[in-house]
């Protein structure tokens, strides 16, 4: 997985917009914390964390245009790299890293959030109004989600 380190000022200041687009006001968020914002799904990692999965989000964002994400590390790495290149998982790989990850565009227009309490988040309208039909048993792996209850 190819990535390339973002400058810490510039790291700084695209953190400073993603939380505040997307309403994050502590380390950790939704559904670890509650969020203002309303389009949003958190489903139970294990649900998520198959390759068949994580072909499917990268499609969904390739046919929305995205082509380059930013991941923010809890361990404090900021990195772009090649969607095809998109682990959004709190494990990579099979391995542990212990560190909470969001992933996003440089429009911010989606977000993927993933806690190191097993679950992982996805925002943008567009994003989840293409994951539900996709995902036709997704009602029934939202145990921590309270917005789509």
């Not at 799904?41 to 245009?65: Q, R």
């Amino acid at each position: 997985m190819q990535k390339v380190i973002i400058p810490e000022e510039v790291s700084i200041s695209l953190r400073k917009d993603m939380e505040r687009i997307w309403d994050i006001r502590q380390p950790y968020w939704y559904p670890l914390f509650d969020c203002s914002r309303e389009d949003l799904i958190a489903f139970n990692s294990e649900y998520i964390e198959s390759e068949e999965k994580l072909k499917e989000i990268i499609t969904l964002l390739k046919h929305h245009g995205v082509e380059q994400v930013i991941e923010f590390l809890e361990t404090g790495g900021t990195y772009n790299l090649q969607v095809s290149n998109l682990y959004p998982y709190y494990y990579y790989n099979g391995d542990f890293t212990g560190s909470e990850g969001f992933w996003t565009s440089q429009n911010m227009d989606w977000i993927i959030y993933a806690s190191h309490e097993g679950t992982i988040t996805f925002g943008g309208e567009w994003l989840i109004n293409k994951i539900k039909p996709l995902w036709s048993d997704w009602k029934s792996n939202l145990e921590w989600d309270t917005k789509n209850q």
